[in-house]
């Protein structure tokens, strides 16, 4: 009699309890969409990184090398999260990747150098690959972009590197 009893209150409980719940999958969906950060100008000046600008020296190497400047205008929008230009066809991005490493001025054209603009190249296809496909979270979209940020920074520093030590090295000992 008690198991009966007891069978009777599990089947009620059971019987109560189904219903209008979320089906938990949704639920998991919607406190993923709340957790992840949004790719706006203030997550990325949050990023923790050394951004090194290019010196006189620097600027006057790249003066005539348009590409650079194109690609730091690009750079500058992504920091303000204009992500427009990397969100494009990657075959634009391609063509304007192999354009920027063929038309490096011959004093830049150094191994150094040669290696950050195929890390640039690398980062901005990634970052690229991952704006335009849709099941890719937010939180890897940040971190393409700080990839970004973080190898044309790079490319800046051993600009800077490679034209010191050429100045240093001009310079003679009076002994």
């Known amino acids: 009699m008690r198991v009966g ?3 009777l209150n599990l ?7 189904c219903g209008e719940d979320k089906p938990s999958s949704e639920l998991k969906t919607e406190e993923d969409k709340a957790q992840q950060p949004v790719i706006n100008a203030k997550a990325i000046e949050g990023f923790k990184y050394t ?3 290019l010196s ?3 600027e006057n190497a790249v003066s005539a090398w348009d590409k650079y400047q194109e690609l730091a205008i690009q ?4 920091k303000k999260a204009d992500l427009s230009f990397f969100n494009g066809d990657k075959a634009l ?9 063929l038309k490096t001025p011959p004093i830049l054209s150094t191994n150094p150098i040669i290696s950050r603009t195929a890390i640039i190249e690398t ?3 990634r970052l690229n690959e991952n704006l ?10 940040l971190e393409s972009v700080k990839e970004v940020l973080v190898a044309f920074s790079n490319l800046n520093y051993q600009i800077n590197k490679k034209l010191e030590r050429d100045f240093y090295e001009k310079i003679q000992s009076e002994y």
């Open 132 to 141: 335009t496909l849709d099941n890719i979270d937010n939180q890897l979209k």
């Open 51 to 53: 951004d090194y600008v």
């Open 123 to 125: 980062s901005i296809l």
């Open 5 to 7: 009893l007891i069978l």
């Open 56 to 58: 006189t020296r620097g």
């Open 93 to 101: 991005l391609k063509g304007f990747i192999d354009t920027l490493k």
């Open 75 to 78: 750079v500058n929008y992504l």
């Open 11 to 17: 089947c009620f409980l059971f019987l109560f309890n």
